[in-house]
């Protein structure tokens, strides 16, 4: 193939400069994706480890190159372990944008999907809504995780199961401060509320304001790794706000979490 460029003695035609293109986007997008987790530090570890190696063996050293060779050999399998959360999420970001998709191009302009009528989907976010605004008004801490899959992974020894319709009275009884259900999270999936009195696992972000609680920080941490939504009434404060990809929104109105909830319901 014909030669493009010169750099440092090595040659670059259309085809490697692609390719080179294409593994700066991956890090680009790596480094935005494990921004701000725990992860980051040892995706930054692992990075150092590759550049050392790089130049330990462009300036012959055989022993260090040895060593860090050993490390680079089982470094797939390792990367692969440590940072499963983050591998699922990449996947789960991928299989969204793909092109068969629910919310893709092609999907939206050829599959009848887009004359859905989204008559269930209007009615759960006016219950959630309504719920959310009162609780609000009142004072009464919430904590609401939208799931999007049925199979979403939490804690059910310590939680209650209950499998009932979306109601905006019941999900103001179940956080009323007398309800024995009211501690801990309750999970929406579909049409259904699947479980109340849920422990969620903790972000440990350090990055996320000083002066939030337990109750914002878990709702953080059950969107690091998944594509859930979770909806944050504060007690303290009388405050609504939503977690999603591990990014916590603070301090919005009703019609701005109507509209999140209509993108995450309605749109995809
Ligand atoms: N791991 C957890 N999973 C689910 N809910 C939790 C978890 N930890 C704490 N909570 C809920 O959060 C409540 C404590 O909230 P805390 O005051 O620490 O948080 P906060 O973010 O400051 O919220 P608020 O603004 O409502 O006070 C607990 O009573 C419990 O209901």
């Known amino acids: 193939m014909q030669e493009f460029f010169h750099l440092y003695g090595y040659r670059f035609n259309w085809l490697n400069t692609l390719d080179l293109t294409i593994v700066i986007i991956l890090v680009i997008q790596l480094y935005r994706l494990l921004k701000g987790s725990l992860a980051f530090n040892i995706f930054v570890g692992l990075l150092m480890i590759y550049l050392v190696y790089f130049l330990v063996e462009r300036l012959r050293m055989p022993i260090l190159t040895t060593i860090l060779q050993s490390f680079i050999n089982v470094g797939l399998i390792a990367i692969i372990i440590i940072f499963q959360p983050e591998i699922r999420k990449f996947l789960l970001v991928l299989g969204k944008k793909a092109p068969l998709s629910k919310d893709s191009f092609f999907t939206k302009l050829f599959l009848p999907d887009k004359f859905k009528s989204y008559k269930e989907e209007e009615n759960i976010i006016n219950e959630v809504i309504t719920a959310v605004g009162r609780m609000a008004g009142s004072r009464t801490g919430a904590l609401i995780v939208v799931a999007n899959t049925y199979r979403v992974k939490f804690d059910t020894a310590s939680s209650i ?35 109340a009195k849920v422990i969620l696992p903790v972000s440990e972000n350090p990055d996320l ?36 990809d591990g990014k916590l929104v603070q301090d919005i109105s009703l019609e701005e979490l109507k509209v999140k909830m209509y993108e995450v319901l309605v749109d995809g």
């Open 209 to 244: 304001p000083h002066r939030i609680g337990l109750r914002h920080r878990s709702a953080v941490g059950i969107t690091e790794h998944s594509d859930n939504i979770a909806l944050i009434v504060s007690e303290e404060r009388g405050t609504i706000s939503y977690a999603q």
């Open 161 to 195: 199961l209950l499998d009932s319709n979306i109601n905006a009275k019941l999900l103001e009884s179940i956080f009323a401060k007398a309800s024995p259900l009211h501690d801990g999270a309750l999970i929406i999936v579909g049409n259904k509320i699947l479980a």
